[in-house]
């Protein structure tokens, strides 16, 4: 059974950082690539970014582009989101999100992490 | 960057009725459409992918189709546990979209 499990959320001030985790399992974690989605409260889904199944090729939204970074272990089946200079509006549910063999959608997603940015 | 755009927003239907939900890309995806479900509080769920292939476990009442450019969510006899908000996405090119999402409720 696939399961992820996101973790490392939290209150945080503006300006500041915070990682979040994924840990992966019921797959073989380096043959997928993964995602971040996060959902403001209230609001729809806003893809955040992508990584693939080696790590080598990144991707980001514009929104986050220059603050965010993610990353993967495949030796430890988990997911990163290292979030710095972070802003009111990056408040919201984080969700990792497994693509499917091929591509073409997100498969499997974990319960979420809220990250709140307020002072 | 390609804009989907959702129409309704927003639906009242009863159980029973079959429903449409339209999407709409800014420019051509081919055939790299997915659909999710999404209720109060919960994770999305994934539907359907590559325009009109159902996740494996999905009601085959819940169907999807169309090309290029515009795309169709139906539903054909709401049952009781379908109403939530639906969402489209493009998985053709970085960055992936969302649709703003179509909230289904009962009348």
């Known amino acids: 059974e696939v399961q992820l499990v996101e973790s490392g959320g939290g209150l945080v001030q503006p300006g500041g950082s915070l990682r979040l985790s994924c840990a992966a399992s019921?797959?073989?974690?380096?043959?997928?690539?993964m995602n971040w989605v996060r959902q403001a409260p209230g609001k729809g889904l806003e893809w955040v970014s992508s990584i693939s199944g080696s790590g080598g090729s990144t991707y980001y939204a514009d929104s986050v582009k220059g603050r965010f970074t993610i990353s993967r272990d495949n030796s430890k089946n988990t997911l990163f989101l290292q979030m710095n200079s972070l802003r009111a509006e990056d408040t919201a549910v984080y969700y990792c999100?497994?693509?499917?063999?091929?591509?073409?959608?997100?498969?499997?997603w974990g319960q979420g992490a809220l990250v709140t940015v307020s002072s | 960057d390609v804009q989907m755009t959702q129409s309704p927003s927003s639906v009242s239907a009863s159980v029973g009725d079959r429903v449409t939900i339209t999407c709409r890309a800014s420019?051509?995806?081919?055939?790299?459409l997915a659909w999710y479900q999404q209720k109060p509080g919960k994770a999305p769920k994934f539907l359907i992918y590559a325009v009109s292939s159902l996740q494996s476990g999905v009601p085959s009442r819940f169907s999807g189709s169309g090309s290029g450019t515009d795309f169709t969510l139906t539903i054909s006899s709401l049952q009781p546990e379908d109403f939530a908000t639906y969402y489209c996405q493009q998985a053709n090119s970085f960055p992936f979209t969302f649709g703003q999402g179509t909230r289904l409720e009962i009348k």
């Open positions: 999100a497994k693509d499917r063999p091929g591509g073409r959608g997100l498969d499997y």
């Open positions: 420019q051509g995806i081919s055939s790299w």
């Open positions: 019921g797959f073989t974690f380096n043959n997928y690539a």
